[in-house]
């Protein structure tokens, strides 16, 4: 596949999921940065809240280190998508990039130091750690590249046991030993025909 070609569709996802979040936590930073929370629905609310971990508020403290992790993961999967194929798998690769690049953003700009940045949250449900559209888009691509990856092996395994080499009887060698018409053709006939020449 060209590589331009595999790149186009999962960058310009990515290109759109880190404009999203971005956007969204600019919006959190002006409407909910005097602590004020705004009601959705249910126990869904917006409240403002700045990680400096992991994706669910996960390994506080360690965000330089994330953000190196999370540097090389981007640039892996980029160096991957020449292999990709299929929509799921193009989705999946591009919600990951999206994902893991817009929290890299916040790690690397909003801080008083390079990397030292916490990451914008505002998505609560009260009953689970506050997230945000990255947390949300690496999870979903996660979670397609799992089922891509399962639907994969199925259709392989059909594929193998489809093939005609699989359906194919096993043939067993012929015995030169064995009896059988062979050994009929040097009767008859052939005494026959020695017999009328005496």
């Known amino acids: 596949m060209n590589p331009v070609r595999a790149w186009r569709g999962p960058v310009l996802l990515a290109i759109v999921i880190v404009a999203l979040d971005q956007l969204t936590k600019h919006w959190a930073l002006n409407e909910l940065a005097d602590g004020r929370d705004i009601h959705v629905i249910w126990t869904l609310q917006f409240n403002l809240a700045f990680n400096s971990g992991m994706a669910f508020s996960a390994a506080q403290g360690f965000g330089p ?3 190196v992790v999370a540097t090389i993961v981007i640039v892996w999967l980029l160096i991957a998508l020449r ?3 299929g929509r799921l798998a193009t989705f999946g690769m591009g919600c990951v990039i999206g994902g ?9 700009f909003r801080g008083d130091a390079w990397l ?13 750690p506050i997230f945000n559209i990255a947390d949300m888009a690496i999870n979903f691509g996660a979670g397609a590249l ?35 018409p062979a050994d009929s053709s040097t009767d008859g006939p ?7 020449s005496t």
């Open 146 to 180: 799992i089922l891509n990856a399962v639907l994969t092996s199925r259709r392989e395994n059909a594929e193998i046991a489809a093939s005609p080499q699989a359906d194919a009887p096993t043939e067993e060698p012929a015995d030169a030993s064995t009896d059988g």
């Open 65 to 67: 280190v994330i953000a």
């Open 100 to 108: 893991a690049a817009g929290n890299l953003v916040d790690r690397m």
């Open 83 to 85: 292999g990709v194929g």
């Open 190 to 196: 052939a005494d026959a025909s020695t017999e009328g």
């Open 116 to 128: 030292r940045g916490a990451v914008v949250d505002f998505i609560d449900f009260q009953w689970f």
